[in-house]
Structure formats: structure tokens, C-alpha cells
């Protein structure tokens, strides 16, 4: 617990932000670079395959998990815009992730669609192409709040299909959740609107936090049942330092199976691919499907294949580092492609990061500053 600044009678829960976003770190060159021929692995032998990059750190959400409002409020000080990637930076950089093995790219923030423009950047990637000539998976997760506007644009533009951030479908609660009071119809809206211009199967994204929206699983998964969309159930993570994470909060996914299953039976299912973040089940009746994503409960470090790219260019290996590697620093100090291609080749093979697995051994993993969620993304 700390004191809280603006009335020091009171504590309060919620941890102050320490700014790890200016510790600088430029990556080292190789004498010997590493060619991009797709086959890069890190030290515990996962390769490179999905890249999620963040496009801002500003959100229209203030979700009590992620962006709580005692942090990021009035004076908190988001990055000035010199200091974002520009569209053509970010896509310099995701080429050459894609030379060295990336085939997925995530889009996310901060909320991504509050970029400017952002399908211009979407229409830039969908140009990117494997080694092998085929095209990119490229998805983009969203609060939903403007995407009943954009899907359209979104579509055309080339991204394949969108995730939507959904914590509940009762209005009271998911007001309560994403703190400024926006109804849940919009975001209702946005997921129709992506699944009829063809972005789908929409992915639906609800954390749960216990005592908050536990008591919505069971409407979540009524509601979308048979609907073609997914709804995948993802645990409260420990993520950033703003949240005042507790484990209690924390409810584990085999009780979200489990009681779903007891409603409308479930079976298990393959994966669709290996290092798939969510485990998945299908409704026995031919509803469709869910997800869950354990994080928490259940570390999936060992297959492992995500890096993630800051709004102003920082590699980050892990969700839960505290240093990033300031790739902007060799884009905009006139390294050439080669040099750069070499750095990250670099990086990953020096990649050891596993964070949930350390997780419940290693109490000290969790004291210590992590990067914030809204910064980095999902
Ligand atoms: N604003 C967009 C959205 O909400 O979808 C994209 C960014 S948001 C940081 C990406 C995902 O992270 C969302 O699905 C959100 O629910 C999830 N998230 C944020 N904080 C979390 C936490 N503490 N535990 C689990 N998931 C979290
Ligand atoms: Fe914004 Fe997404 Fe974080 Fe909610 S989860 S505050 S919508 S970035
Ligand atoms: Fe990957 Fe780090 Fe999450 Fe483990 S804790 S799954 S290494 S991002």
C-alpha cells in the first residue's frame, strides 16, 4: 500500500507510475549479422513469429485494470508526438521482423484506432510479404469504441481481422470497468459492424477480475454462442505496476470452463497453431467456440514467439520486461537495414525471458517495476 499524494490521511491501492520508458538502451550491432532467412531462435530455442506493435499510448478508456485513473489522469504526461515511430518507420522496422521470420502483426496501443490515420499504416503492412510470398496475418485489437466508423476502411485497407476488448454486457458494470462511462451498445455496434464488412471471426476479449465482472461469463458466453464470434475469457495479469494487481482477483480459467461447461457442455479442441495464446473449447451443441487465455494460472513462456514494439520504437522481448531496446535510436541514426536486421537477430538469439513461468517461485519477479500494459499492448 502507498499514501496517497493528494490526500495523505488515505492509502490507497493504486502504485504510482515509475517512467521506465525513458530508460534508454541501444542495441548492439554484430560484427557478424545474422542473416533475415526466417529462421531466428532465442536461447530457449522459440522462434520469431508474431510482432505486436503499439501505435499510442493514449486511450479514451480508463479500464481499472489498465489505465486507472488515480495514474492517468489530467497531469500524466503521454509521449510527445516527435517521439512516435512515423508509418513509414514502424513499417522499415516490421519488414525486417518479417525478413527474419514474422508472419503475424497486432496492432494495439493505448486504443489504436485514436491513431490518426491508422488505416494508411494498416494499407502499408498488408504490402509486407513472408520470405516465402505469402501475405501477412494482420489483426489489430481495439476497445471497439470507434469501430463501428472505421471497420469498413479497416477492411479495405487490408487488415484481416480485429480482436474487441469486451468485459461485460451489463451496462452499469462495463461503465464501471472502462471508467468513463461509455455504454456497452457502442462497443456492441463496433463488433457487428467488423464482423458484416468481413473482419472476422471477431475475437472477443473479456478480462475477468473477480468480485467485478465474474458474474458476467455466463451472459458473455449466451450472448455470443452461436454468433460466429469468439469470446475468449483472459486472467487479470500482473502486468505494469498501476494496477494494484492482487492474486485474489485472479480467477482461474479451469473455473471459467468449468462453468460454462456445466451450462452448455464443452470439449476440448486442437490448437490452431503451436504457441496459440488461448487453449480452446468448443460447445458441444455446435455453438461455436471459446478461448482462455491463463496467463496467470498457466505460463505458455515455453512457446513463446511475440516481440513487441513501443509507440517510439523500443523492442521489448517479454510483456513483463523492464528495458526496452531502442530500435528508433538506430532508425533515426542513419544505421542501414543490414545493421539494423542485425541487431534484432541479435536480440532475439539473446532472448531468455519467462517471466509467468518464474512467476510463483520468484516473488521478487513481481516487486520489481514492469512496463505498463496501455504503453506496450497486449
Ligand atoms: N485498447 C485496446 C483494447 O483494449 O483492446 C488495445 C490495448 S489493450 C492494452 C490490449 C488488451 O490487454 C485488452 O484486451 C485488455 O483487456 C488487455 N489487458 C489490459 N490490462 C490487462 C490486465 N491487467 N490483465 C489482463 N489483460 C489486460
Ligand atoms: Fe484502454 Fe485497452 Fe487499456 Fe482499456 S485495456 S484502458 S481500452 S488500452
Ligand atoms: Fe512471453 Fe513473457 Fe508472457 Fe512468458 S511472460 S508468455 S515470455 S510475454
Known sequence: MERCQRNPGMTEKFIPVADLRKRPSIPVIPARATAPVGLLADSLGRPLRDLRISVTDRCNFRCVYCMPKEVFDKDYRYLPHADLL????????????????VDKIRLTGGEPLLRKNIEELVAMLAALKTPDGRPLDLTLTTNGSLLAKKAQALKDAGLTRVSVSLDSLDDATFRRMNDVDFPVSDVLAGIEAASRVGLGPVKVNMVVKKGMNDAEILPMARHFHGSGAILRFIEYMDVGTSNGWKMEEVLPSAEVVRHI????????????????????WRYVDGGGEIGVISSVTQAFCRDCTRARLSTEGKLYTCLFASDGHDLRALLRG?????????????????????YSELRASQAEQQARRKIEMSYIGG
Open 86 to 101: 512515423s508509418f513509414e518507420e514502424i513499417t522499415r522496422i516490421a519488414s525486417l521482423f518479417v525478413a527474419h521470420g
Open 261 to 280: 461447461g456445466e451450462a452448455m457442455p464443452l470439449e476440448a479442441i486442437a490448437p490452431n497453431y503451436a504457441g496459440e495464446t488461448a487453449e480452446r
Open 334 to 354: 542513419g544505421y542501414s537495414e543490414a545493421d539494423i536486421s542485425g541487431a534484432i537477430a541479435y536480440l532475439w538469439q539473446g532472448r531468455a525471458d519467462r
